[in-house]
């Protein structure tokens, strides 16, 4: 997690409701993002990828074949570019359905470049 404000947004919005004390609840964090492999090429691109959603949830089942297709939503900004890549796990980390379906409808996303 890459700011104090969205470690604390997931304590407020999903850890307190876990029945784990705040340790415990980011220790499985901690395994579930240790569990999850990201494919090479969304790690740090150097230049633009266009990418249809399904293709990186394929790409993503690929490097994790544990993972079912409905426990990955692609969301984007704008019809265009990629917001985020939701994996839903159960809270024993295994893999279950998305309860809400954010799939982005476009066609090719866009993912920036990391500088």
């Not at 901690?30 to 150097?46: M, W």
């Not at 939503?73 to 839903?88: A, D, I, M, Q």
Request: proline fraction near 5%.
């Amino acid at each position: 997690m890459p700011s104090l404000q969205l470690i604390e947004h997931e304590w407020r919005t999903h850890g307190t409701c876990s029945g784990l004390d705040a340790t415990g609840y980011f220790k499985l964090v901690r395994r579930a993002y240790d569990k999850l492999r990201i494919p090479n090429r969304f790690i740090a691109p150097s230049q633009y990828i266009l990418i249809s959603g399904d293709e990186i949830k394929r790409e993503f089942e690929r490097a994790n074949p544990e993972l079912r297709n409905e426990a990955l939503s692609v969301t984007c900004k704008g019809g265009k570019y990629l917001s985020e890549v939701r994996v839903c796990l159960s809270k024993r980390l295994e893999s279950v359905t998305c309860p809400v379906s954010d799939n982005c409808n476009a066609r090719q996303l866009r993912l920036s470049p990391v500088r």
